[in-house]
């Protein structure tokens, strides 16, 4: 079974300072797909950045980063310069191997990010 | 359309009644998803559709929750018989191409269901 662990339920930052989302997973898998997603008050949910498995590289989208450390199974996402319109909530999200049910996102519980001014 | 719409964004209804919530998917996008979001449970996975093949209901929490694509584009999520436990947001989402490891989910603003 895949799990997604976001230990921090509300995090704030000042604006135009970074700021790090922490995301741990588990899964027996070796090929997955990390995700993270944005959802504002307005309810959507914005994709943000995702990561392979097997990437060799941490993904990066803009002013996101993802800091992908494999052997300790965590994919924390990384937002440079925070602006106001960042205040949301960020979940973090895995997908199994590619294949037959294994397609749906398994979800954090997400953290809930402030920026003031 | 631009993106996965869904409607109607809000609904309240009383215990008891049936609910049929709508979901527009993107163009051309093969695979439909429905996820539940609520307090207590987070995002729950619902129902998964690809093109013509019969949809995975694992995650239906009842026989209450039926869910049907029309044309593989268009679906609808069907309560029976709410109950206030069914109050949450219900999420829809497409994408592209299941079969690919880079499987991105575009998701649409819910509907809120109020039971009352």
């Known amino acids: 079974a895949q799990k997604i662990t976001q230990t921090q339920p509300g995090m704030f930052v000042q604006e135009k300072e970074a700021v790090t989302l922490d995301c741990t997973y588990d899964?027996?898998?070796?090929?997955?797909?990390l995700f993270w997603y944005k959802q504002p008050s307005s309810g959507e949910m914005i994709f943000l950045i995702y990561q392979g498995s097997y990437d060799q590289q941490n993904a990066t989208e803009g002013r996101y980063s993802l800091n992908f450390q494999k052997a300790r199974k965590s994919a924390n996402l990384v937002i440079s310069a925070s602006q106001l319109g960042d205040s949301a909530m960020y979940f973090c999200?895995?997908?199994?191997?590619?294949?037959?049910?294994?397609?749906?996102?398994?979800f954090g519980k997400g953290t809930k990010l402030s920026v003031i001014p | 359309g631009a993106g996965v719409s869904q409607s109607p964004s809000n609904k309240v209804t009383e215990k008891g009644k049936d609910v049929e919530l709508r979901c527009d998917p993107i163009s051309g996008h093969t695979a439909l998803y429905w996820y539940r979001q609520s307090l207590g449970q987070g995002l729950e996975f619902l129902i998964y559709?690809?093109?013509?093949?019969?949809?995975?209901k694992s995650g239906l929490p009842s026989d209450r929750f039926s869910a049907e694509r029309t044309g593989g584009s268009v679906s609808t999520l069907t309560i029976q018989r709410t109950q206030q436990e069914d109050s949450a947001v219900y999420l829809c989402a497409s994408s592209l191409d299941f079969g690919r490891a880079k499987n991105i989910q575009y998701f649409g603003a819910g509907t809120r269901l109020s039971v009352l």
């Open positions: 899964t027996s898998d070796p090929s997955y797909g």
């Open positions: 559709f690809q093109g013509n093949s019969a949809p995975d």
């Open positions: 999200a895995m997908r199994g191997p590619s294949g037959a049910g294994s397609y749906q996102l398994t």
